[in-house]
């Protein structure tokens, strides 16, 4: 079994992750962040929210522990459980837990996800308390100042069964988060996918089209991260044609009309 500096150690960013800073994002989550005040990140797929915390978790120093959020994700998921080990119950910090203990950044991703009952748990850590009833232990963790909770979710996705509750996101500073600037797009493209910015100029415009299909039917865009992948299959000597289509289309929509459209617009550009 691993022990706890075992563990941190996984979460450690030593590399300088790239990042393109596009406003004031930066000075925010470090304001947030030497204030106490719990993170929340709204933004679309794809967009750069996890690179983000990714940079600002390398910037401060501390271990970056993410939690993807789903459906069946339990408070036990979070705050810990006891596992049976040569015969004994053992007790193993969930992911919140240990970075309470350790000062590390916890980072819930599409929060959103996760049942409502679990998300209560994040409360008396996101205000003025900071702290985490461990109750199967007896104990109330007092988060140190190194800690700090950030939570992300897709407003796209919005519905009255998938939001935050009032009470939960009025906790947060929130920033808002976009897909980037066109010529920001590029350079991005063109560091993440090792690119020429021809091509890179291309895959945006592509992304432009694909976005502007919001109207018709297609629930989001192109991201980001999916021009990155399409780069780096072209790198690999993939005919960008076939790229495009396996790591732009095909994942956009399983909709007949809307993939044939979206190939028009791939033939229209390359």
């Not at 706890?4 to 790239?18: D, F, G, K, N």
């Not at 990042?19 to 709204?42: D, F, M, Q, R, W």
């Not at 993440?192 to 297609?218: C, D």
């Not at 396996?246 to 956009?252: R, S, Y």
Request: aromatic share 6%; net charge negative.
């Amino acid at each position: 079994m691993k022990t706890v500096e075992q563990r941190l150690e996984e979460h450690l960013i030593t590399a300088e992750p790239y990042y393109l800073v596009s406003g004031t994002e930066i000075e925010i989550a470090l304001s947030a962040y030497k204030n106490g005040l719990p993170l929340l990140l709204k933004g679309p797929t794809g967009c750069g929210k996890t690179r983000f915390m990714q940079y600002l978790a390398w910037k401060l120093q501390r271990p970056l522990i993410t939690v993807s959020c789903h459906d069946d994700l339990s408070t036990s998921d979070l705050v810990g459980r006891y596992l049976i080990r040569s015969g004994e119950a053992v007790w193993i910090d969930g992911p919140l837990t240990l970075a309470v203990r350790a000062g590390a950044i916890c980072y819930l991703d599409e929060i959103v996800e996760a049942r409502k009952d679990t998300t209560v748990v994040i409360h008396p850590l996101a205000d003025d308390r900071r702290e985490l009833p461990v109750e199967k232990l007896g104990e109330l963790l007092t988060a140190p100042p190194e800690f700090m909770i950030s939570v992300s979710y897709n407003p796209g996705y919005q519905s009255v069964l998938k939001d935050l509750k009032p009470s939960t996101r009025q906790r947060f500073v929130a920033i808002s988060f976009d897909y980037p600037l066109p010529d920001q797009e590029v350079e991005i493209v063109c560091q993440e996918g090792g690119v020429e910015k021809e091509l890179a100029h291309s895959l945006v415009k592509l992304a432009g089209m694909t976005r502007s299909l919001k109207e018709s039917g297609l629930a989001e865009g192109a991201s980001t991260r999916l021009l990155i992948q399409a780069g780096k299959l072209t790198q690999d000597g993939i005919d960008i044609h076939t790229a495009c289509r396996v790591a732009i289309i095909e994942p956009l929509s399983d909709d007949p009309e809307l993939l044939a459209a979206l190939q028009e617009m791939v033939s229209s550009i390359f």
